[in-house]
């Protein structure tokens, strides 16, 4: 049976991730350090084949997708910003449990709560779930094997935990900066569950770095998984 293979990938870091800033809407660029970290993984690591590269409409998912994927235009897809944090953008934690009320219930996952001006975890998640089914429909129906889709760390985590199997949380589907998770969609499981298979995570190890017990995919369990790129990343 045909599957088709979609890759997540969150954006590079930008000077608000390093300053613990909420930056959901806020249109950042990456910083250099961020493109530094990019093509160093990109030299040292695996990234997918990209036949079609969705990005957030945002610079830095943007760039990012420029630089791991140069010469293949991409298209933009609003509704895979990230995260509309209304009054809490520009600030950090701290500064929100301070001085804002409801941020600790928001932090919290109370339902119905949402930042003033922005949007609540149910809105964010339907938003992005509901765009993201579109764009798995989509690409079966155009019959494409690799899809590479550029956003955020959010918007991600949210997606694995509503689309991925294993199941997990999104707080365990947690990503660093330029890195991500394959999922395998087949036919049969996409319109029986709306659920796709993740199979590895992004990049990955060249051939030969890997060790001779290493399989082509993961042990299917996050948070026990054999290769966490994060261990790598200031080799």
Not at 80 to 102: R, S, V
Not at 208 to 225: A, C, L, Q, R, V
Request: net charge negative.
């Amino acid at each position: 049976m045909k599957t088709y293979k979609i890759h997540l990938i969150r954006h590079g870091l930008t000077e608000d991730n390093l300053k613990g800033i909420y930056a959901g809407h806020t249109d950042t660029s990456l910083c250099e350090e961020g493109k530094a970290q990019l093509l160093q993984l990109k030299e040292e690591y695996v990234y997918p084949h990209a036949d079609f590269v969705f990005t957030s409409p945002l610079k830095r998912c943007k760039e990012t997708a420029e630089l791991i994927y140069p010469g293949i235009q991409s298209v933009e897809i609003d509704a895979l910003t990230e995260y509309n944090f209304g009054e809490f953008e520009g600030k950090t934690a701290e500064e929100l449990h301070e001085k804002q009320p409801l941020f600790d219930r928001w932090i919290r996952g109370e339902e119905g709560v949402a930042p003033p001006f922005g949007e609540s975890n149910e809105e964010f998640t339907s938003r992005i779930c509901t765009a993201f089914a579109k764009i798995v429909d989509g690409i079966i129906k155009s019959d494409s094997d690799n899809v590479v889709i550029v956003t955020h760390g959010g918007v991600i985590s949210t997606l694995m935990a509503n689309f991925a199997i294993p199941e997990a949380s999104a707080t365990e589907w947690l990503t660093p900066s330029g890195c991500g998770y394959t999922l395998l969609a087949s036919h049969f499981l996409w319109m029986s569950g709306r659920k796709l298979e993740a199979i590895r995570e992004i990049p990955d190890l060249p051939e030969e770095k890997k060790e001779g017990n290493y399989y082509d995919g993961w042990d299917y369990y996050p948070n026990d998984d054999d290769f966490d790129i994060s261990e790598y990343l200031n080799d």
